[in-house]
């Protein structure tokens, strides 16, 4: 008696290639994150500093990348969090160890693991806050926090800062272990801060917003540690404008709930009675 045969599994259809480019540049991503890690083993400070940014590069194509092509795909956000993790948590973290944080013995580790940890628990939160339809629109314009990538160049800015002015005050463990517990709180607080994904320039802004990004881009060549220092002291000083208008646009909105709701409420009512 033969036996029935088993239903053939259907084959993978092609992937196509415009789909694999954003996870293309999420690898690529990981491998300047990791290539940060090597650098630093061997003390090439420059080269460490200038791959975890061109992982921040990478990390800020690879999600717009997916948007513009319709590549987005639960397999690209779960792998664009782990490369997150390791660019953003894992590798200034180790950066920042062999820098200078191991001269304080046990504690110096424990300050790292604090960042990595909350660089952990940021990501968690983002990615389960993902899927929330019930944000307001203006809501949309915020993070819950600072984001990883910002956080990792906020956390090792004393080792920018030391290639531009010398790193005897800048290399001190103490100086490092201020950053490192100030950036973890930030990371998983809840401070808004301004998300430039969906800001719109407005019209008589486009040539000068052009102009400024080339500027930026041949300031970043010329003087890269001094150019990357001041964007980073620029978004310390946006933290407390964008909690001002986040507050500020929160009220517009509750004041224009109200409003409507007491609207509603003297329809309702219907004419006064003669």
Not at 167 to 184: I, K
């Amino acid at each position: 008696m033969r036996r029935p045969r088993r239903p053939r599994r259907p084959r993978l259809k092609g992937l196509p290639f415009n789909r694999m480019i954003p996870n293309i540049l999420t690898l690529l991503a990981l491998c300047a994150g990791m290539s940060a890690i090597l650098f630093g083993l061997q003390n090439r400070w420059e080269q460490a500093v200038l791959a975890l940014l061109v992982a921040a590069i990478l990390d800020g194509l690879d999600g717009r990348v997916a948007r513009i092509l319709k590549g987005t795909s639960k397999f690209g956000a779960e792998l664009d969090s782990l490369s997150d993790f390791i660019c953003f948590g894992v590798a200034p973290a180790l950066l920042l160890y062999m820098w200078t944080m191991q001269d304080l013995g046990r504690l110096g580790w424990v300050l790292v693991l604090l960042f990595s940890v909350c660089c952990a628990l940021r990501l968690a939160r983002f990615n389960t806050n993902l899927d929330e339809p019930d944000l307001p629109p203006w809501a949309y314009n915020f993070f819950s926090g600072v984001p990883s990538p910002a956080g990792a160049g906020l956390v090792i800015l004393p080792v920018i800062l030391s290639l531009q002015f010398g790193d005897g005050f800048l290399r001190r463990p103490q100086v490092v272990a201020v950053f490192l517990v100030v950036v973890s709180a930030l990371l998983v607080s809840r401070i808004p801060t301004f998300a430039l994904k969906k800001f719109k320039v407005p019209h008589p802004w486009v040539l000068p917003t052009m102009l400024f990004v080339g500027l930026f881009a041949a300031m970043l060549v010329a003087a890269p540690w001094l150019t990357m220092a001041a964007a980073m002291i620029a978004y310390m000083v946006s933290i407390p404008f964008s909690v001002r208008a986040f507050r500020s646009l929160r009220r517009k909105a509750e004041a224009l709930r109200r409003g409507a709701e007491g609207d509603a409420t003297g329809a309702a009512d219907g004419p006064p009675a003669d």
